[in-house]
């Protein structure tokens, strides 16, 4: 309802200043009784790379690049949360404007080129919340300048490690020149062998589940090396999928901007890219939905594709941060009405 009534001023605003108000509105927020905190347990309860998620519903890297609302944001029911992309030097990414809302089209572009204040700043902040409950993903990139981001990636992992749930790396935005290179297959095992072997050298030992960040925009052969890289390597999960360079049929006059597409016209690239990972791993290795979510009945559709988690971020833009509870609370009626008793039945069964 707050948001609502808000929506008009804060649309008023330039999208990335509206975004830095909804960072800022979140940071005021009562440390309790707030929202609807999921449970530890329950019929949506999920176990994924070893990791307990008390509901599937998490909040996508690019919300909170610096780390500096995941404990709000699990208050508002959201089953996780996933901070970043982290660079390990601090970038001011790429010129303004470049964030776009395409109202007509319940969208956004964004070419924010992995602006964050750096690997020191946001391991301050996780730092400061680890003893807190609630499964955090930190989401790892490369600077933009760097001479070898292979090396960076190992950088952050060695940094963030011992501080996540599980580390995503980000090898999928458009928005650093040359960084989707990356998911070229011999790339993508000199990457992913560097942050297996980056992991086992961080302090006090932990090892937190890898996942990896993929496009959409793939051929089937790229899904098919991902695919056998990632059972291969022993991944946690593929999170399917990042923004598109591609541009469906758009009414917005900002449809020609250039950038990353993300929300409603996503929704069928991303969900077909989905059932193509399916296919490719077998059901071997989990996978996150991401892309054009803004409902419970798109939330359980990509679970019965095959999807053991979902997130949401552009959608969040259009409905408010309160989408992650409502969707939360629809899936359970869905997951009822088809006759399941738990969200892990249903994965893929479309």
């Known amino acids: 309802m707050l948001f609502r009534l808000l929506k008009p001023a804060i649309f008023a605003l330039d999208s990335e200043t509206g975004h830095r108000l909804a960072i800022a509105s979140l940071k005021k927020l009562p440390a309790r009784g707030v929202g609807s905190r999921p449970k530890d347990a329950g019929p949506l309860s999920i176990d994924v790379a070893g990791l307990s998620f008390p509901n599937p519903v998490g909040v996508a890297a690019g919300f909170d690049k610096d780390a500096e609302v995941p404990d709000a944001l699990l208050r508002l029911g959201f089953g996780f949360t996933e901070v ?14 470049r964030l776009f809302r395409l109202v007509e089209d319940n969208a956004v572009i964004n070419r924010m080129g992995f602006n964050n204040a750096g690997g020191e700043a946001a391991l301050a902040r996780i730092k400061a919340r680890q003893a807190r409950p609630g ?29 996540a749930s599980y580390l995503a790396v980000n090898i999928s935005s458009p928005n650093t020149p040359g960084l989707r290179a990356l998911q070229d297959e011999s790339a993508l095992t000199s990457l992913i062998d560097a942050v297996i072997d980056a992991r086992a050298e961080a302090e006090g030992g932990a090892k937190p589940p890898i996942f990896l960040k993929v496009a959409p925009d793939l051929e089937p052969a790229d899904i098919d090396a991902i695919a056998r890289i990632a059972i291969d390597k022993q991944l946690g999960a593929l999170i399917v999928s990042n923004t598109t360079i591609s541009r469906p049929e758009l009414r917005s006059h900002h449809a020609t901007e250039t950038g990353g597409l993300s929300g409603a016209p996503l929704r069928a690239l991303a969900l077909e890219r989905l059932r193509d990972f399916r296919k490719a791993t077998g059901g071997a290795i989990p996978l996150v939905g ?52 738990s969200i892990a039945e249903a994965i893929g069964t479309e």
Do not use: C
């Open 84 to 97: 970043g992309s982290i660079t390990p030097r601090p970038q001011a990414g790429n010129p303004k404007p």
């Open 135 to 163: 499964i955090l993903g930190i989401n790892v990139g490369a600077n933009k300048d760097s001479e070898d981001r292979i090396a960076d990636y190992a950088t952050m992992t060695r940094m963030m490690a011992p501080y």
């Open 290 to 341: 991401v892309g054009g979510i803004s409902s419970a009945d798109h939330a359980w559709e990509r679970i019965r594709a095959g999807a053991s988690l979902v997130q949401l971020y552009s959608a969040m833009v259009y409905e408010g941060p309160g989408l992650g509870a409502r969707i939360v609370r629809g899936l359970e009626r869905l997951m009822r009405r088809d006759g399941f008793t």
